[in-house]
């Protein structure tokens, strides 16, 4: 042994941290918190996304100081862009409203079982939309009833 090495100590096994485990690690998690780790970071890149956008849309997309004439359609274009990205910002405010719901629920023990009848909402459903409220059978009722309300 090399006078400088330091003795060998007892080491417990190294843990394994392979994707396979990581995955049976996530199995065996309860799966409210994996959606509710789902909605806070899908809820975090909307705010982030909203700001930005918002941002886009209030400030001034022309230069004060430029010397060029704007042209009216420059500004119909301008307009057009600036109420499309309002658009999307109020569209994205209503899915962080039903994040935050969807989030409520949790707290509440009510996630994953449907508004309307009741039943466990599938989880293919809650993997595709987090933040829904009911099931497919529910969902399509309420579009047959928009579609003959319209």
């Known amino acids: 042994m090399h006078p400088l090495a330091k003795p060998a100590k007892d080491k417990a ?3 394994d941290k392979s994707p396979a485990k990581d995955a049976t690690r996530a199995k065996d998690r ?16 909307l705010r982030g996304e909203m700001g930005r956008m918002a941002d886009a849309a209030l ?5 004060e100081t430029s ?12 307009n057009f862009e600036q109420e499309l990205t309002l658009s999307l910002v109020g569209n994205e405010k209503v899915a ?3 994040i ?8 509440d023990g009510e996630y994953g079982k ?3 009848c009741g039943k466990k ?4 459903r809650l993997e595709a939309i987090p933040y829904t409220t009911v099931c497919v059978q529910c969902a399509e009722i309420q579009e047959q009833q928009r579609d003959e309300e319209e």
């Open 100 to 107: 935050e719901f969807a989030l409520d629920r949790i707290a």
């Open 13 to 15: 096994p190294a843990k």
């Open 121 to 124: 909402i599938p989880e293919s």
């Open 67 to 78: 010397s060029l004439p704007i042209h009216l359609a420059d500004l119909g274009s301008d």
């Open 114 to 116: 449907c508004e309307e």
């Open 30 to 45: 309860d799966p409210t918190d994996q959606y509710r780790a789902r909605l806070l970071d899908l809820r975090a890149r």
């Open 59 to 63: 400030s001034q997309g022309r230069s």
């Open 96 to 98: 962080l409203e039903k």
